[in-house]
């Protein structure tokens, strides 16, 4: 039979977690085939013995297209790996430490861009579930049915466990996705040329905090910022003016942010540069946020 959905997912120190995310996808039950691609990056825990475990016992485990990676790839050189892996007409993606609460999330997504011919991708709500503390709350409350790439830039839309999306992936990946910081911007970016993006205002999966995950780990200080910002610079050079204006304002915003960081450590050449450049940007101030840390920077240049 035809696979028509491939379900990728990356893993890393997801021991605790897998067999959860593993058991949620093998359960969907669906009209299609489907495959389940795990490329493990060199865990240093047990999860690559959890996943060939699962493989051996589990009745489904002959839809596991496991890939143990040796050496260790970093986390975007392996999720673009398992991308493109893919063989299915349609992508699906759950992170090793999330996992899916709807038994019909696939059925109904395929249902949705079989529907809907001119969407290349279609998402839907999730809990965010705070492993340290217990706590659970809603993702987001979404107020239409279709999106644009460009709304991708304003505000976290997508929990990455609910992405489910038709393989346009280029044969070669852009570097802004396999060595950049946000790759979901970067994915669903690529994935806007070919089309809008759906909403389902369901909650279908879980995305968990942990202190394994990357948005705990990895989104903070200087060098975050600047390898973003190089992030968004190959972004315009690949799609040249298409999203130039979200584009500078994202920049701008990631400046302020470096400048204040300077600041703070009392680097003051530095953060004047840092300023200048957001200012070349020429970033809204409408924007909250940025008037929010351009006053708080100047406050704080202002009492050197």
Known sequence: MTIAVSVVMITYNHEEFVEEAIESILSQECTFDFELVISDDKSPDGTKDKIEQII???????????????????????????????????????????YWTDRTKLQKQFD????NQNCVLSFHNATVYNQNTKESKAFNSYSKEFYTSDEMFDTWLIPTASSFFRNVIPTELPDFLIEGTHGDLA???LLGESGSFH???????????????VTQSGFKGIAHNLKHIKQLED?????????????????ALYNISNAMHYANCKQVKESRSSLKKALKRKPSLR?????????????????K
């Not at 596991?64 to 975007?76: C, E, K, S, T, V």
């Not at 879980?206 to 995950?213: E, F, T």
């Open 56 to 98: 051996q016992n589990h009745p489904k485990g002959n839809k596991i297209r496991f890939i143990p990676q040796d050496p260790n790839l970093g986390m975007m050189k392996n999720f673009g790996f398992a991308l493109q892996q893919a063989k299915g007409e349609y992508i699906a993606i759950c992170e090793g430490d999330d």
């Open 112 to 115: 949705i861009l079989e529907s």
């Open 187 to 189: 994915l669903f970016l």
């Open 199 to 213: 909403c389902t205002n369901e909650v279908m999966s879980v995305y968990r905090i942990n202190d394994q995950g």
């Open 235 to 251: 972004m315009e050079l690949y799609f040249g003016e298409k999203h130039s204006n979200a584009l500078n304002d994202r920049v």
């Open 287 to 303: 924007n909250k946020k940025a008037s929010f840390i351009l006053r708080l920077f100047l406050k704080n240049i202002l009492n």
